[in-house]
């Protein structure tokens, strides 16, 4: 779960991290009233997901009451750029001396937390530790979220910057790693951290992923408003309880997997066809539902609401699961409802001996293995 | 021989009383090896079948000579479980549920690496050695015993390609399941070296994915120290960058884990790579029957 910069700050503040002075507004007349308040000259900021703000022109400086209507206009109704954003954030533009980069995040090769602060900021902070790893200092934590005082003032003595502002960025560290490990982080960063005028850090900008396997019990987080994919049918998917992914063919696929479903996926397009889509069951999801009548009404449905597919994939491997049940649950769904395009059907493994029995009157194209079933629906989407 | 499981395997079930342990228990009686213990905190004392239940990994091991863990339990308990498992010292835990947090990972493996037990997982299918031993909630009726060894991070994946190459009597050693999870505690490095000293395994089998950089590791890894024949699957190559396809490890997020960046990597490190399991299967025939 990727936070947006306003819900990441909101976070910090509660941590006692130091934001600018900001609001979240709406429409232009808002972030009028908005920079009246905070005082000139201030900081317009598209709220998106997507990083690379700055250079995509999403963030805008302004000085006076004109100007902030007109870059929040542009913002948020821009002409000949398609429109996705509907928030921004005005912000008090602090008078800086320096910028640095701050970070938290999971190293996985080390299998190990990792605190990183770079000597500059607002910058691809991967792209950095390649070009400039000098500039750049690594440490590794703690994976309980216990803090040691001498691996903290070790890791500070190796950074070029005076006494007092290594006092403030160790407590911003503190701060921060309370932050990753109560919310579950995969990334904490604050990038750029600036360091005002007056001397004090501040976090002029906020970046947070929380874990989605640890969402169930960080329950604080469950009435953010928040969609994981700007693809409404995506996050229907990711509702119901799997991983559907928007491709741009007209083969659609029902398979099981992330392994199995990845391979089926380059396999029509190396043998010349197009998927519409990425489909996998989440794991243990389906326990809820307990049986597959649901699922799979709610894996075709998805799927074949996308109205460019010409036909269907619908392939399963079962280790643990039954072939039966699953034709039962696919027999169920073709009596109910009107499909209208050829639908391949590949089932194999445990129980497939009884698919046929089950699927022989059902209007679907009944194949023995995975390559035979690729090529069948690739040529049927090739028919027109 | 044959790697992590084999004939003296005793296996442990965490959570043996849910849904999905009880099942599972009665399937892990296969070969020479035998389930001899359920560990259910609050249930010790209790039986499944007439397999004897203790509160602790540590009472178990000691009452029964339990030396693998299995655990079942729900994704939530998976930590605890597996602390509990490596609080005994047992040799193997494979940690089957999916979805554990990666905070309760990096615990797991930070307790892990200060002790002599291998961790699976999380999300591991498990580990099965054909007419062996099996620790893992895979259908065994898919496999054969033979001489090439996999190391899989997804289960339907080695499924799918075990049953193809059974089919044409292409057995197995040992086959693995390193798990789809961000990090996998058991990886492609520790698996290789593994087969590399097992008499039995011939030819070794890597099948992998977009995301990560494991097969990245791996590759560097062969080219030093491994000589047997290396065999690759990866898949994902057609995956859109940005997005998480199913495995929370599975996501294209930098230049070295693209399906290219690995396939060119093993390439370099002299393993044959191919993209489906059907041409794996062509390219072990033809290696071990030639």
Not at chain 2, 75 to 86: G, H, P, S, Y
Not at chain 2, 237 to 262: L, R
Request: contains cysteine; charged residues 25%.
């Amino acid at each position: 779960m990727n936070l947006y910069e306003f819900q990441a700050k909101e976070l910090f503040e509660a941590y006692g991290i130091d934001v600018p002075q900001g609001k979240l507004v709406y429409n232009p007349s808002e972030a009028l009233n908005a920079s009246k308040k905070i005082g000139m000259p201030v900081m317009i900021k598209a709220q998106v997901l997507e990083g690379g703000r700055g250079k995509a022109g999403l963030i805008r400086v302004a000085e006076d009451d004109s100007k902030v209507l007109e870059h929040a206009e542009d913002l948020l109704f821009p002409i000949g750029r398609s429109k996705n954003v509907k928030k921004l954030l005005v912000e008090k533009k602090v008078a800086l001396r320096n910028e640095y980069y701050l970070g938290i995040t999971i190293d996985e090769l080390a299998a190990l937390p990792v605190l990183i602060f770079g000597t500059t900021g607002g910058v691809d902070i991967e792209q950095v530790s390649q070009e400039n790893p000098d500039t750049i200092f690594k440490m590794s934590i703690d994976p309980w979220g216990r803090l040691f005082e001498e691996q903290t003032e070790a890791f500070l003595r190796e950074i070029p910057l005076n006494t007092d502002t290594k006092q403030k960025l160790k407590s911003f560290y503190e701060r921060l790693s309370r932050l990753f490990f109560d919310k579950e982080c995969t990334l904490a960063e604050i990038n750029p951290l600036g360091l005002s005028e007056e001397g004090e850090l501040v976090a002029l900008d906020a970046k947070i992923i929380v874990d989605d396997n640890a969402l169930f019990r960080q329950t604080d987080l469950h009435n953010i408003e928040y969609e994981s994919s700007d693809i409404p049918l995506e996050n229907e998917a990711s509702r119901r309880g799997f991983f559907y992914i928007k491709l741009d063919g007209d083969i659609g696929l029902v398979t099981h997997g992330a392994g199995l479903s990845m391979v089926t996926v380059d396999m029509v397009k190396n043998a010349g066809g197009n998927p519409a889509n990425f489909l996998d069951k989440k794991g243990h999801e389906r326990e809820k539902n307990k049986t597959w009548d649901i699922q799979i009404k709610n894996e075709m449905d998805i799927v074949l609401s996308d109205k460019r597919i010409k036909t269907i994939l619908f392939s399963v491997f079962a280790g643990l699961v039954r072939c039966d049940e699953i034709a039962m649950g696919l027999r169920k769904y073709l009596r109910e409802n009107r499909v209208g395009i050829p639908i391949v059907v590949r089932l194999s493994g445990t129980g497939s001996e009884k698919v046929h029995e089950i699927l022989k009157d059902e209007n679907v194209i009944l194949v023995d293995n995975l390559n035979e079933a690729v090529s069948e629906v690739v040529g049927l989407s090739k028919k027109g | 021989m044959s790697i992590l499981v084999d004939e003296n395997t005793r296996v442990i079930v965490h959570g043996i009383t849910g849904r999905v342990g009880a099942f599972q228990a009665k399937t892990m009686n296969y070969g020479k090896a035998r389930v001899v213990a359920g560990v259910v905190p609050g249930k010790g004392g209790q039986n499944l079948d007439g397999i004897p239940i203790f509160d602790t990994a540590k009472e178990a091991r000691s009452e029964t000579g339990g030396n693998t863990s299995v655990i079942f339990v729900p994704k939530q308990f998976a930590l605890q479980a597996v602390l509990d498992a490596l609080e005994a010292e047992l040799s193997l835990i494979v940690c089957v549920p999916e979805g554990v947090p990666v905070h309760d990972v990096l615990k797991m493996k930070d307790r892990q690496r200060r002790g002599r037990s291998i961790l699976i997982g999380p999300n591991s299918p498990g580990v099965i050695s054909p007419g062996k031993a099996k620790a893992g909630g895979m259908s065994d009726k898919i496999y054969m015993p033979g001489s090439i060894g996999i190391i899989s991070r997804s289960g339907t994946l080695s499924y799918e390609t075990v049953n193809l190459l059974t089919q044409s009597g292409l057995g197995q050693s040992t086959v693995v399941g390193i798990g789809g999870d961000m990090i996998p505690c058991f990886d492609f490095v520790e698996a290789l070296e593994l087969f590399e000293k097992d008499k039995e395994t011939k030819l070794i089998v890597v099948i992998g994915e977009i995301g990560g950089t494991g097969e990245i590791e791996a590759a560097k890894h062969i080219k030093k120290r491994i000589r047997k024949p290396l065999f690759a699957l990866i898949v994902g190559a057609s995956a859109p960058p940005g997005k998480k396809m199913g495995h929370a490890g599975a996501i294209v997020s930098g230049e070295k884990t693209t399906a290219a960046a690995k396939i060119e990597a093993l390439r370099n490190a002299g393993v044959r790579v191919v993209e489906n399991p059907f041409e794996l299967r062509d390219v072990l025939a033809s290696a071990l029957w030639s």
